[in-house]
């Protein structure tokens, strides 16, 4: 995983500021889908691992499933800042962190892949040729 910035662990996520910039992996993802519908998706829902070893649930609605697409691949790492936190407060807790990340069209998000840093916002809007940054590991 890249080095190249301090980043904050996952277990010291809280709701008392959005200032966070976190590197992460994302370990699993699936839509969830309304009961009488389940072929529309009322969201996407992602567990997030961090170089530590903590994990944080995170989502984004409907508008952030349209803007990031399929973005978010299970086993592919990003830097995410910019983003919400709330509690974590649904009936079934998946893992046990008290609070959870919610992901919007605001939200930074940086691909690493193949060593490369993709600055994910400037592909979708156009604003980036497909140069890369080198990112030691």
């Not at 903590?54 to 800042?81: C, H, N, P």
């Not at 009936?91 to 939200?107: E, G, M, N, P, Y």
């Not at 040729?129 to 990112?135: F, G, K, P, Q, W």
Request: charged share 25%; hydrophobic share 40%; net charge positive.
């Amino acid at each position: 995983m890249a080095t190249v910035e301090n980043f904050t662990p996952l277990n010291l996520i809280t709701d008392q500021t959005n200032d966070w910039k976190i590197c992460i992996r994302v370990h699993i993802n699936w839509r969830k889908t309304y009961l009488k519908n389940p072929n529309n998706a009322s969201s996407l829902e992602m567990i997030l691992v961090d170089q530590q070893g903590f994990k944080i649930r995170a989502t984004t609605d409907r508008q952030g499933m349209t803007f990031f697409g399929d973005t978010f691949k299970e086993g592919e790492y990003f830097v995410l800042s910019n983003f919400r936190v709330g509690k974590h407060d649904d009936d079934v807790k998946l893992i046990q962190h008290a609070f959870k990340i919610h992901l919007s069209r605001t939200t930074k998000v940086i691909a690493i892949r193949n060593n490369k840093v993709h600055d994910l916002q400037a592909v979708i809007t156009n604003k980036m040729s497909s140069t890369s940054i080198l990112v030691p590991t």
